[in-house]
Antibody
Framework: QVQLQESGPGLVKPSQTLSLTCTVS??????????WSWIRQHPGKGLEWIGY???????YYNPSLKSRVTISVDTSKNQFSLKLSSVTAADTAVYYC????????????WGQGTLVTVSS | QSALTQPASVSGSPGQSITISCTGT?????????VSWYQQHPGKAPKLMIY???NRPSGVSNRFSGSKSGNTASLTISGLQAEDEADYYC???????????FGGGTKLTVL
């Protein structure tokens, strides 16, 4: 059973870069077959796909965030990370890491989510 | 504004059935059988309930079922139970550069 756990600062100042890491257990990122994703949920709102990465480093980003997003993978630590630059209050959200098989169009494993607040 | 349209809320009494709709376009819901549904309790991560329009993952009650007609997908919950009270989100693959889209969510209240 794959488990995902987000970690990172819960408070980020405006204009700075939001950085989060997702640690994967119960499975190996480098074994392939999965996309490793970031999804966010604004307070009281719906879900928004941010992007995902394959173990090889190939990335796919939501066009609306692409200019500010970088997702990277560290297979040696079995982790993948999110960086979102030039944040504003509109980036305040619960950030989830999740995974889906490359041959599937649904997420079967999710982290518990972490709230990131953008405020000075 | 979410790409897929869901009603903001639905309600039903224990034992009843309810249906939640999810309307998209021919570029997403209508064009592919890749609609999924997630249940989210307050403060919890989403949980996959239905995938590929009408398939249930192992462990999900058969009280949950999914269907699709044209550009609208539906989630039906029969025999409502108090534990079903939660937010429900639909999602679909899309041929647009966004790749995947979610609905705005529907709050289910069990009266």
């Amino acid at each position: 059973q794959v488990q995902l756990q987000e970690s990172g600062p819960g408070l980020v100042k405006p204009s700075q870069t939001l950085s989060l890491t997702c640690t994967v257990s119960g499975g190996s990122i480098s074994s392939g077959g999965y996309y490793w994703s970031w999804i966010r949920q604004h307070p009281g709102k719906g879900l928004e796909w941010i992007g995902y990465i394959y173990y090889s480093g190939s990335t796919y980003y939501n066009p609306s965030l692409k200019s500010r997003v970088t997702i990277s993978v560290d297979t040696s630590k079995n982790q993948f990370s999110l960086k979102l630059s030039s944040v504003t209050a509109a980036d305040t959200a619960v950030y989830y890491c999740a995974s889906k098989m490359v041959t599937r169009q649904y997420y079967d494993y999710w982290g518990q989510g972490t709230l990131v607040t953008v405020s000075s | 504004q979410s790409a897929l349209t869901q009603p903001a809320s639905v309600s039903g009494s224990p034992g009843q059935s309810i249906t939640i709709s999810c309307t998209g376009t021919s570029s997403d819901v209508g064009g592919y059988n890749y609609v999924s549904w997630y249940q989210q309790h307050p403060g919890k991560a989403p949980k996959l309930m239905i995938y590929d329009v009408s398939n249930r993952p192992s462990g999900v009650s058969n009280r949950f079922s999914g269907s699709k007609s044209g550009n609208t997908a539906s989630l039906t919950i029969s025999g409502l139970q108090a534990e079903d009270e939660a937010d429900y989100y639909c999602s679909s693959y899309t041929s647009s550069s966004t790749l995947e889209v979610f609905g705005g969510g529907t709050k289910l209240t069990v009266l």
